[in-house]
């Protein structure tokens, strides 16, 4: 296993998140965060004038998405996380349409986008009813 050091520091595995990683994180925590890091993939194929505009945008966007998830994932209080998560979602939905419209993702991007958006809603959507169940009880 590789490791970094610095000056009086001990060594540090690279893959730090395999070591801090719960096998119970929920796993549409996992696949957002795969999406994610395939938005931010395109996002760097957009010409310069898009990517500070729209890119830098929907970048933030997916990224605060993945913040909410992962407080849900660690807090008692998650249905006022996952609400919001669903709501940013749901910007982000409306700016990828737009970076499609304006020729930044290609159709087939834009469905591989869509269908990777429609179901991580359905699943924060579904996990935010079941928290509504626990605290009803």
Same mark, same amino acid.
């Given at each position: 296993?590789?490791?970094?050091?610095?000056?009086?520091?001990?060594?540090?595995?690279?893959? /730090?998140?395999? @070591?801090?990683?719960?096998? *119970?994180?929920?796993?549409? #925590?996992?696949?957002?965060?795969?999406?994610?890091?395939? &938005?931010?993939?395109?996002?760097?194929?957009?010409?310069?004038?898009?990517?500070?505009?729209?890119?830098?945008?929907?970048?933030?966007?997916?990224?605060?998405?993945?913040?909410? /998830?992962?407080? @849900?994932?660690?807090?008692? *209080?998650?249905?006022?996380? #996952?609400?919001?998560?669903?709501?940013?979602?749901?910007? &982000?939905?409306?700016?990828?349409?737009?970076?499609?419209?304006?020729?930044?993702?290609?159709?087939?991007?834009?469905?591989?986008?869509?269908?990777?958006?429609?179901?991580?809603?359905?699943?924060?959507?579904?996990?935010?009813?079941?928290?509504?169940?626990?605290?009803?009880?």
């Amino acid at each position: 296993e590789r490791c970094i050091s610095g000056s009086g520091a001990k060594n540090f595995p690279l893959d /730090l998140m395999a @070591a801090s990683t719960k096998p *119970e994180a929920p796993v549409v #925590l996992v696949k957002w965060y795969d999406y994610a890091k395939w &938005v931010l993939e395109r996002v760097e194929s957009f010409p310069k004038n898009q990517r500070y505009v729209l890119g830098q945008r929907l970048s933030q966007q997916v990224m605060e998405v993945l913040e909410l /998830l992962v407080e @849900a994932a660690y807090s008692r *209080e998650k249905r006022d996380l #996952l609400a919001t998560a669903n709501r940013k979602m749901e910007v &982000v939905r409306w700016t990828v349409r737009m970076c499609k419209d304006r020729n930044l993702l290609s159709a087939s991007q834009f469905t591989h986008s869509a269908r990777g958006l429609n179901e991580c809603g359905k699943m924060v959507g579904g996990w935010w009813k079941a928290e509504g169940k626990k605290t009803a009880r």
